[in-house]
């Protein structure tokens, strides 16, 4: 098969009839003056606790970057936030389980250097413009040193995006083509309502600069004005005939900045794996099962999206944020998503979004207006976020809807 039939392949190997949720929640580790940890100390400190848990250690261009445990992995993103991805549960209590030993674990090290975990949707000296993200050196990984220098040129705010952002980010399964089309269409058009639900400023009127009117999302403008070719609503997921090969065809043209093949990583600028094996940079006929598959999450991990289907729907529209706010979120997703009855009534409330123009439209209101903006018929951002609440009331189990209480009282704060 081609590289983008197997891409095709590959997200159809998702289909599961499982309804579990993965979380990642990345953190600033930060001391009381707000200075990030370096990385020499953070990444020795992984290795250190990697070995002692006996867990696989993972390497990056030699330095220990992560580790993986059986239930969770750890990983270092561009400067030093420290990400914990959480293996997919049903369960919300034992994600909130497996993070909490994680924490359990992981402050009693830090408090001894001086250090604390800080989740916020960027560096709060960043966003209060007591540095600049020239400040704050990059990981010494070739991948973040070739990406720092591609979005010098792609936008405004690659620096804030790689230095100084942090997500939370939760995985849903699909059952089929059909079910991943439907699941992420519906997300999609909601997503201008999440948002700003999981919004996670230190200052409610800080803004980028370039940006005074905007007050709102601040990541996920920063995200907007990255690249073009790789950022924003998922392309041609509005098209009648989007479904997994539609999907493969954009991860195959995606341009991918960096290559990492076989433990070495290259720059290749704005070439896309198409044409690096149209440029015979890659030899298709060489390449034997296990590395054709990494070279397949290498191409997906180069989109950024606001989701990526892969063999689930990754949904990255949310500010990291603490772990009671983060597990609420996942049962709002879970109540929402997971119920058919509520799958319909959003198709059916929002029929008329059918462009990505009216998804980008909706966001860029909310930056600027934020709760009060009103969006999709009319409706302030605040009435959708009710609603939506509401629906994933109805569909939770009892012992779910108590973590949905963590998102329904920090809205009511915030309004």
């Not at 936030?81 to 992981?106: A, C, G, T």
């Not at 960043?126 to 990406?147: A, C, F, H, N, Q």
Request: proline share 3%.
């Amino acid at each position: 098969m081609s590289f983008i039939e197997d891409i095709s392949s590959y997200i159809r190997s998702g289909e599961s009839d499982s309804e579990n949720l993965g979380l990642e929640i990345e953190h600033f580790v930060i001391n009381d003056k707000g200075q990030q940890m370096e990385f020499h100390e953070i990444s020795s400190l992984i290795k250190e606790v990697g070995t002692d848990l006996g867990a696989e250690i993972i390497y990056m261009d030699g330095y220990p970057v992560g580790y993986y445990t059986g239930e969770y992995s750890t990983s270092l993103e561009p400067a030093c936030q420290f990400e914990i991805s959480i293996n997919p549960y049903s369960d919300l209590e034992k994600i909130k389980s497996v993070y909490e030993d994680f924490r359990l674990l992981w402050e009693p090290l830090f408090e001894e250097r001086g250090y604390h975990f800080e989740e916020k949707g960027n560096l709060p000296l960043v966003e209060l413009g007591i540095i600049t993200p020239d400040d704050i050196p990059l990981s010494p990984k070739k991948r973040y040193k070739y990406m720092d220098e591609y979005f010098k040129r792609s936008g405004r705010y690659g620096k804030y995006m790689m230095r100084a952002s942090a997500s939370t980010q939760v995985s849903i399964d699909y059952k089929s083509e059909e079910d991943m089309v439907r699941k992420l269409r519906v997300l999609e058009k909601i997503s201008p309502i999440l948002m700003i639900l999981m919004e996670n400023k230190t200052d409610e009127y800080s803004t980028l600069i370039g940006a005074e009117d905007k007050p709102h999302l601040f990541r996920i403008q920063e995200w907007d004005d990255l690249d073009p070719d790789r950022t924003g609503f998922v392309p041609r997921s509005f098209d009648e005939d989007f479904g997994y090969d539609v999907m493969a065809d954009v991860v195959y043209n995606t341009p991918l900045i960096l290559l990492t093949d076989e433990g070495e990583t290259t720059n290749v600028g704005h070439q896309s794996a198409k044409e690096l094996v149209e440029n015979s940079i890659i030899y298709e006929d060489n390449l034997d099962d296990e590395r054709r598959k990494k070279l397949i999450e290498h191409f997906m991990s180069m989109g950024f999206f606001h989701y990526r289907a892969k063999k689930y729907i990754e949904v990255r529209v949310a500010d990291s944020v603490p772990i009671d706010r983060a597990l609420g979120y996942a049962a709002l997703l879970k109540g929402l998503i997971y119920s058919e009855e509520n799958l319909d009534t959003i198709e059916n409330d929002l029929s008329s979004i059918d462009e990505l123009s009216q998804l980008q439209e909706a966001v860029e209101k909310i930056e600027v207006e934020g709760l009060n903006a009103e969006i999709y018929g009319g409706k302030t951002a605040a009435e959708w976020a009710d609603y939506l609440i509401e629906l994933a009331q109805q569909s939770l189990a009892d012992e779910d809807k108590e973590y949905l209480e963590n998102v329904r009282a920090f809205w009511s704060y915030s309004k």
